[in-house]
């Protein structure tokens, strides 16, 4: 079962910070890092995880993920060409996966992933996307299409619009900038701990 409340972070920074709030499903999405301190960056977020009895999805860092026994990988589409899913499967480790058009959608559930997240439901600033914004209408329709299987919806969410995406149909809404822009990203959190919970 995953949280409602799915927080995104960028480092173990965050981490420390967010996880004493009450945070239990948290995703490391860290870039450009070497082997090394993907290692060492996931090893760090895995104890803290624990420590807090929360649950962390590992963007991209796969073989470090298998390697250290994380409970999550999350992969784009692209990732999947080089990814050794069998290998996370084999382990036990849970796999995301993000889609934004029937096609992706169509290729991820051949993975039989334990989630599916859909994005970006709403204009977002994080990052430059070819996509439009899904809406709450296709958080519907990806739900009836994926039946039990976890659906996240990502993208643009305030503490405002999480109540349409949960009645569209989604388990579970991301938050990345809503929360790490925020002049109170404690408070901010804690906000969304109340909604959610």
Not at 1 to 26: A, C, E, T
Not at 39 to 57: F, H, M, N
Not at 83 to 111: M, P, Q, W, Y
């Amino acid at each position: 079962m995953l949280d409602p409340f799915y927080l995104i972070v960028d480092s173990n920074h965050w981490l420390r910070r967010l996880l004493p709030q009450g945070v239990k499903l948290v995703q490391l999405r860290a870039k450009n890092l070497t082997d090394a301190q993907a290692y060492a960056e996931i090893a760090d977020a895995k104890a803290l995880c624990t420590r807090y009895g929360a649950q962390l999805v590992v963007n991209d860092y796969w073989q470090a993920a298998l390697d250290l026994g994380c409970d999550y990988v999350h992969l784009g589409q692209e990732d999947l060409e080089t990814a050794d899913v069998a290998a996370l499967k084999k382990a036990g480790i849970k796999l995301g996966l993000s889609t934004h058009n029937e096609a992706e959608l169509f290729r991820a559930l051949e993975f039989s992933p334990d989630y599916i997240a859909l994005g970006p439901i709403y204009p977002t600033i994080l990052k430059k996307m070819p996509w439009a914004p899904q809406g709450l209408e296709k958080i519907t329709l990806w739900k009836q299409k994926i039946g039990t299987i976890p659906l996240i919806a990502i993208g643009g969410f305030t503490l405002e619009r999480a109540s349409g995406a949960f009645t569209a149909g989604a388990d579970s809404v991301a938050v990345v900038t809503d929360v790490t822009l925020n002049a109170d990203p404690e408070q901010r959190v804690r906000d969304w701990l109340a909604i959610t919970h």
